[in-house]
């Protein structure tokens, strides 16, 4: 499966935008989908993950609350609805997908094979 991640942009604190993550080559309904994040300098992080069925979903903790991982697999298609923007939210976006992750792994980079090419999200103070 491939994945193009889209709609990051410049936003200012507060704001919101929404990331789509489209897949080709295979069925989304198949994957487990993930959203993880990379600011300058620093590791990559769990973000996001929304099960195959969309019956369940998991989030870091700096974003609970504020972020929305859904799906549309008719699409074949994750969105990540991002609201109350911060300046720390700043970072490249990727979006992942895994046929075999098991639930408690889902925010581990490790265990899903396919990556997006990722999106920047810049977050003004």
């Known amino acids: 499966v491939q994945l193009q991640a889209s709609g990051g942009g410049l936003v200012q604190a507060g704001g919101s935008l929404r990331l789509s993550c489209v897949a080709s080559?295979?069925?989304?309904?198949?994957?487990?989908t993930a959203w993880f994040r990379q600011a300058p300098g620093k590791e990559r992080d769990f973000v996001a993950a929304?099960?195959?069925?969309?019956?369940?979903?998991n989030y870091g903790e700096s974003v609970k609350g504020r972020f929305t991982i859904s799906r549309d697999n008719a699409k074949n298609t994750v969105y990540l609805q991002m609201n109350s923007l911060r300046p720390e939210d700043t970072a490249v976006y990727y979006c992942?997908?895994?046929?075999?992750?098991?639930?408690?792994?889902?925010?581990?980079?490790?265990?899903?094979?396919?990556w997006g090419q990722g999106t920047q999200v810049t977050v003004s103070s």
């Open positions: 992942a997908a895994s046929s075999t992750v098991i639930q408690s792994a889902l925010a581990s980079q490790s265990a899903y094979a396919y």
């Open positions: 080559g295979d069925s989304l309904r198949t994957y487990t």
């Open positions: 929304i099960k195959r069925s969309g019956g369940y979903a």
